[in-house]
């Protein structure tokens, strides 16, 4: 299974994914994180603009047909704002596909602002902000197998609904 968490940055998505991650390792499954931050500094894509964003989270596509005969579970975190990523993601790899929708206000996320990149984003020094600048918008999603509303749920409560809709209780 491939099991797609998106969302702006700071909706909770690593956070998540570590916590199913240990859940499932306890059921001596085999599972592995694809994170989308990790692949974007392998591959030293810099830019966030639409062309760089695609590109990169086609690598994880790639990445995860490579892999997805080695594991059972691919947990991938990436903000992946475009419709149309998502959908090929879908089509590919159908019915292994589950996609997670962490959603959480602007408000909270730039209040989290866990690696900082709001703030440079608000300061002027970093461009095409997902999310924040409208040349990047955050699609949501229509499809998703499961909305996370990571404003007012705590990580637990995340954690036990999405086990819950995996089947794995």
Not at 9 to 28: C, D, I, Q, V, W
Not at 144 to 167: A, F, M, Q, W
Request: charged share 30%.
């Amino acid at each position: 299974k491939i099991i797609w968490f998106t969302g702006l940055s700071g909706s909770g998505k690593t956070t998540l994914a570590h916590g199913l991650e240990s859940y499932l390792k306890n059921k001596e499954v085999t599972v592995k994180i694809i994170d989308g931050d990790a692949i974007r500094e392998n591959n030293k894509i810099n830019s966030f603009d639409k062309v760089d964003i695609i590109n990169n989270n086609e690598r994880i596509i790639e990445l995860c047909k490579k892999l997805q005969m080695e594991y059972d579970y691919l947990l991938v975190t990436v903000i992946a704002p475009f419709n149309q990523t998502r959908q090929k993601a879908r089509r590919i790899f159908a019915k292994n596909y589950i996609e997670v929708y962490l959603k959480a206000n602007l408000e909270i996320v730039i209040k989290r602002d866990t690696k900082g990149l709001y703030e440079k984003a608000l300061a002027g020094k970093l461009n095409n902000m997902i999310g924040l600048d409208p040349i990047v918008p955050y699609e949501e999603p229509d499809r998703s197998e499961i909305v996370i509303n990571t404003s007012y749920e705590k990580p637990e409560e995340s954690l036990n609904r999405l086990i819950k809709l995996l089947d794995l209780v």
